[in-house]
């Protein structure tokens, strides 16, 4: 199972303060918007997302379609596919993907240890 590009996305209080110091540890902003409370950050192949006021709680996060560069891939698996194997697996979907759609879509499930996992289809 091939779950896409991989990132944490950080709920942040204050995402200036965040950005810089993230910078610090040798990340630079490569997509996002500022003034919307959001950035995606990369060091080498590890990023990070930076979200101040959507999230309770930080994420772990999984982009079907996308390299670790954010560049969509021309095979992958689709989210809805993702889903329905998970689902013939025994995990619980917190929050579905629509099975009948197509294009961008998500789900959300919980670990045993309350962390929540988003599979974030764009493309």
Known sequence: MELGAFS?????????????????????????????????????????????????????????????????LREFTDVRELQRQLKHRGVNIVSEADENSTGPASFMIVDRDGNTILVDQHV
């Open 8 to 72: 944490f996305s950080l709920a942040v209080n204050d995402i200036k303060a965040s950005k810089a110091f993230c910078a610090k540890l040798g990340f630079q902003v490569v997509v996002g918007e500022i003034l919307r409370n959001w950035l995606i950050m990369k060091n080498g192949d590890h990023a990070i997302g930076l979200f101040q006021g959507m999230f309770d709680k930080n994420i772990l996060t999984f982009n079907p379609g996308w390299s670790s560069d954010a560049q969509q």
